[in-house]
T-cell receptor
Framework: AQSVTQPDIHITVSEGASLELRCNYS??????LFWYVQSPGQGLQLLLK??????LVQGIKGFEAEFKRSQSSFNLRKPSVHWSDAAEYFC???????????FGTGTRLQVTL | DAGVIQSPRHEVTEMGQEVTLRCKPI?????LFWYRQTMMRGLELLIY????????DSGMPEDRFSAKMPNASFSTLKIQPSEPRDSAVYFC???????????????FGQGTRLTVV
């Protein structure tokens, strides 16, 4: 069965600093990978997704992620964080069946001014 | 489109009572998913439907939970009887097609926060 690990429960960065959120997956085949963001009291919004092709994926709000098969990783990055990026971020892998997603436990991002 | 609509946003109920959560998916979407989010277990898929038919309910925790989709625009998740450990945020999501289509993604509602006391 597929699984997703987000090793960092909570990260604090200063506004304007760079950000990298880690995600490792376990899946037997070529994975479909996603990053979602959840603002307080809100649902999940898709930031970006990887299916195939270019391993560097661009998403919304200035985020990008790089798929590294050798490391089973799909880390999320942003060169300069804004205070509005404070939220919880979820990495997910799709099993190959519809949009049936397996989520990581999430990383809560705090941004200091 | 208004997106995936869930109701109620918040529900507080007493242990033993029946609880019904509602979801209206995005019009035209073929797939509907129910997820549960807790501190302990994170986001878990409970069940999903394709064209109103339940496809995989292996995530439903026990027989107290049931889900229906009587038509393409409405789904319910029912807990009877409810227990304090059912307290969680329940999300509904819908998607247009299989994820192999690059133009599709799962759209989430804002969730229903359930508290069972």
């Amino acid at each position: 069965a597929q699984s997703v690990t987000q090793p960092d429960i909570h990260i604090t960065v200063s506004e304007g600093a760079s950000l990298e959120l880690r995600c490792n997956y376990s899946y037997g085949a070529t994975p479909y990978l996603f990053w979602y963001v959840q603002s307080p009291g809100q649902g999940l919004q898709l930031l970006l997704k990887y299916f195939s092709g270019d391993t560097l994926v661009q998403g919304i709000k200035g985020f990008e992620a790089e798929f590294k098969r050798s490391q089973s990783s799909f880390n999320l990055r942003k060169p300069s964080v804004h205070w509005s990026d404070a939220a919880e971020y979820f990495c997910a892998v799709e099993s190959g069946t519809a949009s049936k997603l397996t989520f990581g436990t999430g990383t809560r991002l705090q941004v200091t001014l | 489109d208004a997106g995936v609509i869930q109701s109620p946003r918040h529900e507080v109920t007493e242990m033993g009572q029946e609880v019904t959560l509602r979801c209206k998916p995005i019009s035209g979407h073929d797939y509907l998913f129910w997820y549960r989010q807790t501190m302990m277990r994170g986001l878990e898929l409970l069940i999903y439907f394709n064209n109103n038919v339940p496809i995989d309910d292996s995530g439903m925790p026990e027989d107290r939970f049931s889900a229906k989709m009587p038509n393409a625009s409405f789904s319910t998740l029912k807990i009877q009887p409810s227990e304090p450990r059912d307290s969680a945020v329940y999300f509904c999501a819908s998607s247009l097609a299989l994820t192999g289509d690059l133009n599709t993604e799962a759209f989430f509602g804002q969730g229903t926060r359930l508290t069972v006391v």
